[in-house]
């Protein structure tokens, strides 16, 4: 009988602690939304006690998303935590509380410095007070992997009792080992079925081994019934178990597993490309299913066979995963129909009236400067749209500019708008992106260390898109800028100018979350 595997996606919550991934309400929103067209199970969309603008995030995540599939966010064993989660997810139809606490000796000793008596009781305690507040409780039993395992049985069973309703299993720091986790796993299921059979066995691998896929497998093979992800396997240190690996590993390999999901797998390529754009983290070009390689043959030998038959050399099709091999090629006289088919296709809403008309005019401009686009310039298109389009009256546009590069003085004029004000500078720099970037510094007066600079080509020929992303260091946090453009130099300000304006919304989202959320997540 085949078993269906509950997806929870962490990208939203694990995803984000990667230096550098952060992302605004905006554009949480937007992957949030993919994630839903990806159809999975459950969205963890953030720690809301950690900050009033992740608990605003969370809080958005659930009204928008929410009606459809299940919202959770992490607490640790602490009241305070327990009430944030239920504040930013209660509007969801099917909310659930996750709250987190260590198992192992070195959590239980070095982190909290108590008995293991008194924090299993801990744990009970946070699983009652979740119960009063939602039907839905997951209990993670952090560093599983490297517990002892009658005192991991122990707590188990102890919050199973106090009324979690589903029991996660992580191997915290990718310690374990596939034959080594699959064994844990088939231990718990075994004694978990005997004590409440409705209880539902999960796991959370991390990859700092490169093992995260093959132990999650691993335990799907031994009972594990619920999976958790990211997209493209991010997370911080070495990142999670990537979503679209256990997917189609589950998928190529039914008849051994006997499981399957409910995601949608030719949305796993559009959803990977949108959070590289969002993160501006590019995935390894030999990245299984996602990377740009993945599906490449360049060996004389494995073409040969391909053009004999596609099963020679591939396991499964490009196209099952979304990744059409088909180009679609637009023109500016392509006209309205063709161009709203095209963006239908990749899986978005066109919308309707002005904001249609808006959309339609960028592809004009772009379809003028480039004279043939591609369905991967489609993407971009409307992915920038829809983040840009809600612009704050208190962010920076770039309204012109001028660079004169030479080996002497090269300098740089730069005028931009905020609101109805202007503000016009030059500088002299050591390289035309130095004076660029060092008069837009001296316009909005922000002290910000320039970390990474990194362009792309995103499409082919002369007039190919060039993705300029940066990555700039205020206040000890790091911020991310993504723009694409013709023009390389445009792309490069309006990078940098996106990356300002992400530490301008930051402030902004928490002085503006702050206000509203309850005490219990400040």
């Not at 004694?191 to 093959?214: E, M, P, Y």
């Not at 335990?219 to 019934?225: D, E, I, P, Y």
């Not at 190529?252 to 995601?263: D, L, P």
């Not at 073409?303 to 099952?320: A, F, H, N, R, T």
Request: charged share 25%.
């Amino acid at each position: 009988m085949e078993r269906n595997i509950i997806v929870l996606d962490t990208t939203l919550r694990d995803g984000e602690q990667v230096p550098g991934a952060k992302l605004n309400v905006q554009q949480k929103i937007e992957f949030a939304q993919q994630l839903k067209r990806l159809n999975v199970d459950i969205i963890e969309a953030g720690f809301p006690a950690s900050s009033a603008g992740d608990f605003q995030a969370v809080q958005e995540i659930a009204r928008t998303v929410g009606d459809s599939v299940s919202i959770t966010a992490l607490a640790r064993a602490v009241k305070g935590d327990i009430d944030a989660v239920y504040e930013s997810i209660k509007l969801a139809q099917n909310p659930l509380i996750h709250i987190v606490l260590g198992t192992s000796n070195i959590h239980v000793e070095k982190k909290f410095n108590r008995s293991k008596d008194a924090v299993l009781q801990m744990g009970v305690d946070a699983v009652k007070y979740a119960k009063t507040l939602l039907p839905q409780v997951q209990y993670s039993t952090e560093d599983a992997s490297r517990s002892d395992f009658e005192y991991l049985w122990k707590t188990i069973e102890a919050v199973v009792k106090a009324g979690a309703t589903m029991i996660n299993v992580p191997d915290t720091v990718g310690y374990a080992v596939p034959d080594e986790f699959g064994e844990l796993i088939r231990k718990i299921n075994e004694r978990l079925k005997n004590l409440n059979d409705q209880v539902i066995l999960s796991v959370h691998c991390h990859n700092d081994l490169g093992l995260a896929t093959a132990n999650t497998l691993s335990a799907v093979r031994n009972g594990a019934q619920k999976v958790e992800c990211t997209i493209n396997g991010l997370g911080e240190r070495a990142g999670n178990t990537s979503l679209e690996e256990v997917v189609m590993g589950l998928k190529v390999r039914e008849n051994h597993f006997k499981a399957s999901t409910n995601v949608q797998l030719k949305e796993l390529i559009r959803t990977s490309r949108l959070l590289t754009h969002l993160t501006g983290l590019d995935v390894q070009v030999n990245k299984a299913i996602t990377g740009e390689n993945a599906f490449a043959h360049s060996s004389g030998i494995h073409q040969d066979g391909l053009l004999k038959d596609k099963q020679v050399y591939e396991i499964m099709s490009p196209e099952e995963v979304g990744a059409d091999s088909m180009e679609l090629i637009l023109t500016a006289r392509s006209g309205r129909h063709a161009f709203k088919n095209a963006v239908e296709k990749l899986g978005f809403e066109t919308g309707e009236g002005e904001d249609f008309e808006a959309l339609f005019e960028k592809f004009l401009l772009l379809a003028d400067a480039k004279k043939e686009v591609y369905d991967h310039d489609v993407f971009y298109l409307v992915t920038q749209h829809r983040t840009h389009e809600e612009v704050s009256s208190h962010l920076y546009e770039l309204d012109s500019f001028q660079v004169v590069t030479n080996d002497l003085y090269p300098t740089a004029t730069v005028k931009l708008k905020k609101g109805s004000e202007t503000f016009r500078d030059s500088m002299v720099g050591d390289g035309p992106i130095d004076a660029l970037y060092s008069a837009i510094k001296a316009l909005v007066g922000l002290d910000v260390q320039l970390k990474d600079y990194k362009i792309n080509s995103l499409s082919r020929g002369k007039e190919a898109i060039g993705r300029v992303n940066i990555r700039i260091e205020y206040q000890g946090k790091i911020y991310s800028g993504r723009a694409m453009d013709t023009d390389i130099i445009k792309a490069s300000a309006l990078a940098f100018l996106n990356g300002i304006n992400a530490v301008l919304l930051d402030a902004g989202h928490d002085s503006q979350a702050q206000a509203q959320a309850p005490v219990s997540a400040r």
